[in-house]
């Protein structure tokens, strides 16, 4: 079991730049979240695919955000012309659906902490 | 809207003594799911322990405990025996159900926990 893996587990850019995050759910793993944590507070969901479907995105995630699972595996978060108020850690987790108990479980992954100069 | 709440944002003690850490949530629902989440310097949300709101009986795991209150709907974490591994922030979160059969967690703001030796 590798574990959620996240990259690059920092970036540092400046304001107006594109960013690309990437994220590998533990295999098999059908369901994928993506939540955001700013210092001193709890992380914040932001997006959930099951498999290849985004099924659900926050008010938080604006139209400079979007998010992909092209093949149900891998996840990217892109972010457009960054902001100062982007900066924070972004935070994945995946988790099983073979039973209900099991799916209240999230594994997450070590965060990429975004840095926007 | 569910919110969690901890009104403790630091906290400090003695290696091998025990430290209750406090969490307050809002939510009209009748059955539901809260965890206490670990995050240590390394930055990787560990799952410390689970309660199922229709469980009377409060949920242990080795040292950790929970004093779940449904009906002032506290659920307060009590670690025994604290050890220096122990020192991380700690999120009390609650978990909300998503479509087909997904969940997000709403996490509180965190309690910063420091074992000393």
């Known amino acids: 079991d590798t574990g959620v893996s996240q990259d690059p587990r920092h970036k540092i850019t400046k304001r107006g730049q594109n960013v690309t995050f990437r994220c590998d759910p533990i295999?098999?793993?059908?369901?994928l979240y993506w939540y955001r944590q700013t210092l001193g507070q709890g992380p914040e969901f932001l997006t959930y695919?099951?498999?290849?479907?985004?099924?659900?995105k926050s008010r938080l995630l604006s139209d400079r955000f979007s998010a992909e699972r092209p093949k149900g595996s891998f996840s990217t978060l892109e972010i457009q012309r960054t902001e100062q108020g982007d900066s924070a850690m972004y935070l994945c987790a995946s988790s099983p659906t073979r039973d209900r108990a099991t799916n209240e479980k999230l594994f997450f992954g070590s965060g990429t902490q975004l840095s926007v100069l | 809207a569910q919110t969690v709440t901890q009104s403790q944002p630091e906290m400090s003690v003695q290696e091998a003594e025990t430290v209750t850490l406090s969490c307050t949530y809002d939510?009209?629902?009748?059955?539901?799911?809260l965890f206490w989440y670990k995050q240590p310097p390394s930055r990787q949300m560990i799952l410390v322990i689970r309660?199922?709101?229709?469980?009377?009986q409060n949920a242990t795991e080795n040292r950790f405990s929970v004093n779940f209150q449904k009906a002032a709907k506290s659920f307060s974490l009590k670690i025994s025996d604290s050890q220096l591994g122990d020192t991380a922030m700690y999120f009390c979160a609650f978990m909300k159900p998503l479509n087909q059969g997904a969940q997000k967690l709403v996490f509180g703001q965190g309690t910063r926990l420091t074992i000393n030796p």
């Open positions: 939510t009209s629902e009748s059955n539901y799911y």
């Open positions: 695919f099951q498999n290849e479907a985004q099924l659900e």
């Open positions: 309660q199922e709101a229709y469980k009377q």
């Open positions: 295999s098999e793993h059908n369901r």
